[in-house]
């Protein structure tokens, strides 16, 4: 899976794990309904945008789904190589504050 969900401890602050490729047409379409899924939390504080793969790839239909977090104040930690650098090409670097833990990035909303 090159993305997944999950609750960050006893928090309502969720992590959004993205891994290897988010550039086909499936693993655009599944990140989407992750991200409807996120966006149906009903305590949902924010969510955390964690890049664990530094080799990540990601097209413009990965980004679109991304961007549908900004609303929620969306967070990214740990964003290296080509997300970052999409991030700053788009002007969206702006959007997603960067944070170099997740506690960091969990404590950012409290």
């Known amino acids: 899976m090159n ?47 964690h890049q664990t793969d530094k080799d990540l790839k990601i097209n413009s239909g990965g980004l679109g789904q991304l961007i549908r977090l900004v609303p929620k104040k969306a967070v990214t930690c740990n964003s290296s190589g080509k997300l970052k650098r999409i991030l700053i090409i788009a002007k969206f670097d702006r959007q997603f504050k960067d944070y170099h833990t997740l506690e960091e990035a969990v404590e950012s909303y409290y």
């Open 3 to 49: 993305s997944y969900y999950y609750k960050y401890n006893d928090t309502d602050v969720y992590v959004l794990e993205l891994k290897q490729s988010l550039i086909t047409t499936p693993e655009v379409a599944l990140l989407s309904d992750q991200i409807s899924e996120l966006l149906n939390e009903p305590n949902l504080t924010g969510v955390i945008i």
